[in-house]
């Protein structure tokens, strides 16, 4: 079945240290987005992606980094630089050949800073 | 910009009974697009049902329908026959852009809805 994976689940930071979040897509959609959600917020944009080896900032991209080499991945590093990382993140991807043109999600990574 | 307006941080409903979860919305733009999803505790996030602006027909899906309001921007979900598997977060989302131009989605914050048995 075609669809987002995550990877991993959970996750747990130091201070200090970098870590990066899998997000892999076998549905052959162009665009992939990362988003950040908050207890009691919406999701909020990280950063996007529409095609290969190009990507764009979002609404809250300090402190992240994204790399798109590969159609089907799309990996999010949580850098030192970014003061409060402890969140739920969501990948998404989606295609404009449908009309409802739906966003399809991933099961989310909770990274917690210790 | 486009802002999405969840006013009800929670609801509960009766098991088998209906419930609507209201959504409001704001965009300049005359074509736009209305997404709602389900979130359960574990956290993925549920496509439920879409509304195209210039659809003349209210979406429905299942016991999921979309009251398309229009001009009071508008976009409450109806859930019919609530189950008990309905528990769980509800976000309505919009199509809008970012300012590079390219498309994303901008959530509201959502509502927490409980079924009772």
């Known amino acids: 079945d075609g669809g987002i994976t995550q990877s991993p689940k959970y996750l747990f930071r130091k201070e200090g240290q970098n870590v990066t979040l899998s997000c892999e897509q076998n549905?052959?959609?162009?665009?992939m987005y990362w988003y950040r959600q908050d207890p009691g917020q919406g999701l909020r944009l990280i950063y996007y992606s529409q095609i290969v080896n190009d990507f764009q900032k979002g609404d809250i991209a300090e402190g992240y980094s994204v790399s798109r080499e590969k159609k089907e991945s799309f990996p999010l590093t949580v850098t030192s630089a970014q003061k409060n990382p402890t969140a739920f993140y969501l990948c998404a991807s989606s295609t404009r050949e449908a009309e409802d043109y739906g966003y399809t999600f991933g099961s989310g990574t909770r990274l917690t800073v210790v | 910009a486009q802002k999405i307006t969840q006013t009800q941080p929670g609801m509960f409903v009766q098991e088998k009974e209906a419930v609507t979860l209201d959504c409001t919305y704001d965009t300049s733009d005359p074509s736009y697009g209305l997404f709602w999803y389900k979130q359960p505790s574990s956290g993925e996030m549920i496509f439920l049902i879409y509304q195209g602006s210039y659809d003349q027909q209210n979406a429905t899906e299942g016991r999921y329908s979309l009251n398309f309001q229009k001009a009071r921007k508008s976009a409450n979900l109806v859930i019919s026959a609530s189950q008990l598997g309905d528990s769980a977060m509800y976000f309505c989302?919009?199509?809008?852009?970012?300012?590079?131009?390219?498309?994303?989605?901008?959530f509201g914050k959502g509502t927490k809805l409980t079924v009772n048995p």
């Open positions: 549905l052959n959609h162009d665009a």
């Open positions: 989302a919009m199509r809008g852009y970012t300012q590079g131009g390219s498309e994303k989605l901008v």
